[in-house]
């Protein structure tokens, strides 16, 4: 685990601020510091840059720090901070921005199985349509944990799911997976 | 009545007593759910993750859909529930969706399924068809996050605190404990990536759902479920404390009022076996 530290002085460089801003369409710079997000998540426990901080970090420039922190893989979206922010900032939206600026610009992931999974999950849906939860679970855990690791998890969650009939073996039919495809074009070129 | 209805990915698989539950409810209340023609992932819970626009593309496809099909939306899984509002929210303020034609002009609207059998069916017909009382139930109703946060998002109208489904227990006889853990995440979007951080979130909502005093867990998402249902052995074998809570859909305990014998298989396929439970409680 990489646990990012923050630097006790700063010279403020707003590029970094401007660019979240930018691309989450939310006012960084309209934080207070009142720390609510802070208080209300639930998984600060498992995190090394408390969420107000990230937003003040954010604010003054601290990009690599930010982008290479638990804090952003660790967010589990639950939009708890997003509700209650006193000042409208859509906290959980710029978590997303920074975990996405962070695959963008190739910064290794602090907890790496995160953005594995996402990736594996996206590739199912541009592949079916729909995600075929079998095939994107092995697949993930093939990628995470390797061959043992996938045999380990058929066994002991697989083999019981298949026997409660909660496995399906093939993808779900979908049939317009042009328009889908097209979708993922659009939204890959805009960025 | 008859509205559309979009499943999502999971209720065919992994949350299948979900899917049948809710499909079977709806069916003795006389509603005619009409399956979305050729639904696709809403993208969650990974294309906000990955790209803006990719997020709300996906899901507004099947808003378009929808609104050819003229009748609101109803979406059980509280994933999918909260990816196809944001589309809504977007599509109403004049996003476009790129790499398609577009029609939405905001005539229909996505509910989640708690909310449309409480205020759209109504109590006066849920118990109509109620031929078995579940007071012998002690649940705790968990919303968990996203039919409830954020307001501007989902227009709930107690996020903090939410009702409906209490409401829907109560009024089925369930003698519904209060708690504070509601809508506390129990780290669906974790359980595969980062499992032991999501275990300690599992394990404080198990912990606090048996402080409250509660024999039983109703859940309205295929996540938390899942998330709750799933992990009480292997949680229990790394903590040493002893976890066994069946963790239900709140249309696996409606079908059980209803009596309607199909409810048997939907309970059947939980990881934490709510066989013994259930007869103990004289519901089977």
Known sequence: MTVSELPKTVVPNPSFRAEVEKRSGQKVSACFQCEKCTNGCPLTFAMDIMPHKVIRSTHMGLKEAVLKSDTIWVCASCETCTTRCPNGIDIAHIMDTLRQTSQREGVPASKKNVPVFHKTFVGSMRRWGRVHEMEMASLYTLKAQGLCGLIKQGKSQGFEMMKKGKVRILPDRFKNKGEVKNIFKNAEKKG | MKVSYYPGCSLDGTAREFGESVEGVAKTLGVEL???????????????????????????????????????????????????????????????????????????????????????????????????????????????????????????????????????????????????????????????????????????????????????????????????????????????????????????????????????????????????????????
């Open chain 2, 34 to 284: 009409k399956e979305l023609p050729d639904w696709n992932c809403c993208g969650a819970s990974s294309a906000h993750v990955t790209n803006d626009t990719l997020a709300v593309d996906l899901a507004a496809r099947n808003l378009q859909i929808a609104e050819k099909a003229g009748m609101d939306l109803v979406v059980p899984c509280a994933m999918c529930f909260s990816r196809l509002k944001v589309a809504e929210k977007e599509l109403k303020a004049g996003h476009k969706v790129g790499g398609i034609t577009n029609a939405y002009s905001g005539k229909v609207h996505v509910k989640d399924s708690v909310s449309f059998f409480w205020e759209d069916v109504g109590e006066k017909t849920v118990k109509e068809k109620a031929k078995k009382s579940l007071e012998a139930l002690n649940p705790v109703c968990y919303y968990g996050c996203l039919t409830s946060r954020p307001p501007k998002i989902t227009d709930a109208k107690r996020p903090e605190d939410p009702q409906d489904m209490d409401m829907l227990m109560g009024a089925l006889g369930a003698k519904v404990k209060n708690w504070s853990y509601k809508t506390d995440c129990c780290g669906g979007s974790l359980i595969l990536s980062l499992p032991e951080v999501a275990h300690k979130l599992i394990q404080k909502l198990l912990d606090m759902a048996k402080e409250a005093g509660a024999d039983c867990i109703v859940a309205a998402c295929p996540m938390c479920h899942g998330n709750l249902d799933m992990w009480q052995k292997e949680i229990s074998a790394h903590t040493g404390k002893e976890y066994n809570i069946p963790v239900f859909y709140f249309a696996e305990l409606m079908g059980l009022a209803f009596d309607d014998p199909a409810a048997q298989k939907w309970v059947r396929r939980h990881a934490t076996d709510p066989i013994p439970f259930l007869k103990q409680k004289g519901l089977i």
